[in-house]
């Protein structure tokens, strides 16, 4: 598995300040994707013990709230194993940081993959330019999810991960989201 970056502080991928280890190889290929340079799986670093150390040292800060994995897309067929394994051990270690992870696939296509198990929150699906949206949080194109992984297990479907704003839209998905298992 090849990477390009290890992010220490972003805010952007994801609830609080998080690491983010922007992962190469992707076969989606979007339209106006803004990663393009990670598409090829040989571009980057090799992720090694010291890259994984220099990781596990940033999750170990009391200030991070977890790990984003990104890329590229963590799901391409040659990351899928490591970032699994790398997924199970940070959950082990760090098992009150979150985990979400960015991929062009959409969860239908991926939802029997083991490494959902240590996933807190998905955004999914590919970037379509033509249904671009500004205004989106966490995503870039409407037909883009984010899912609340742990609510989707508990539930048996599909349940969208509500972002702490303050905003009445919010707060009523929010409350909605609350009886989906009832």
């Keep these: 598995m090849r ?3 290890i992010t220490k502080d972003d805010m952007n991928n994801g609830d ?3 690491a983010v280890l922007w992962l190469s190889g992707c076969d989606h290929c979007c339209k106006d994707c803004q990663n393009p340079i990670t598409w090829d799986p040989n571009t980057g670093l090799l992720f090694d013990e010291k890259a994984k150390a220099e990781l596990f040292d940033i999750l170990s800060k009391d200030y991070i709230s977890g790990i984003t994995f990104s890329g590229g897309d963590p799901l391409f067929h040659g990351n899928r194993g490591e970032v699994t394994e790398l997924a199970r051990q940070i ?3 760090f098992p009150s940081k979150t985990i979400w992870l960015y991929t062009g696939y959409v969860y239908e296509q991926i939802k029997d993959l083991p490494v959902l198990a240590y996933v807190d ?3 999914e699906g590919p970037f379509e330019v033509d249904k671009k949206d500004n205004l989106l949080h966490w995503v870039g194109s409407s037909n883009q999810r984010v899912i609340d992984m742990n609510r989707t297990r508990e539930c048996g479907k599909v349940v969208l991960h509500v972002t702490e704003e303050v905003d009445t839209t919010l707060i009523e ?3 909605a989201a609350k009886g989906c298992c009832s």
């Design 3 to 5: 990477f390009h970056n």
């Design 16 to 18: 609080g300040l998080r």
């Design 91 to 93: 959950k082990e270690q």
């Design 121 to 123: 929150v998905l955004a």
């Design 173 to 175: 998905k929010k409350e």
